[in-house]
């Protein structure tokens, strides 16, 4: 079975930055896209970035120029500076990956179990 687990979230201030992290483990056959999505009190779970294999990268508008998403194909590791920070960032991160099982399966969705990320003075 696959886990995705994340790490580095906490309190910052304004302004601040934080570095989120995520490590895929168990058993699976190859990873597809990853990236980062958050859920705010109240409100729908929502794209951060996400990142292909190979390097490409797509960015919600409110966290372009702000975050910054990279990853290690050989580690299976994709992780989220977060820089400039406001108190609207504040938010459960999710990691997220597409991957396949085994090479007879399908593509599926999996999920961190989320980090909690708070912004505020």
């Known amino acids: 079975q696959m886990q995705l687990v994340e790490s580095g979230g906490g309190l910052v201030q304004p302004g601040g930055s934080l570095r989120l992290s995520c490590a895929a483990s168990?058993?699976?056959?190859?990873?597809?896209?990853m990236g980062w999505y958050r859920q705010a009190p109240g409100k729908e779970r929502e794209l951060v970035a996400t990142?292909?294999?190979?390097?490409?990268?797509n960015y919600a508008d409110s966290t372009k120029g702000r975050f910054t998403i990279s990853r290690d194909n050989a580690k299976n590791t994709v992780d989220l500076q977060m820089n400039s920070l406001k108190p609207e960032d504040t938010a459960v991160y999710f990691c997220?990956?597409?991957?396949?099982?085994?090479?007879?399966?399908?593509?599926?969705?999996?999920w961190g179990q989320g980090t909690q990320v708070i912004v505020s003075s």
């Open positions: 168990g058993s699976f056959f190859s990873i597809g896209i």
């Open positions: 997220y990956a597409r991957t396949l099982k085994s090479r007879i399966s399908l593509w599926s969705d999996d």
């Open positions: 990142i292909t294999s190979g390097v490409t990268t």
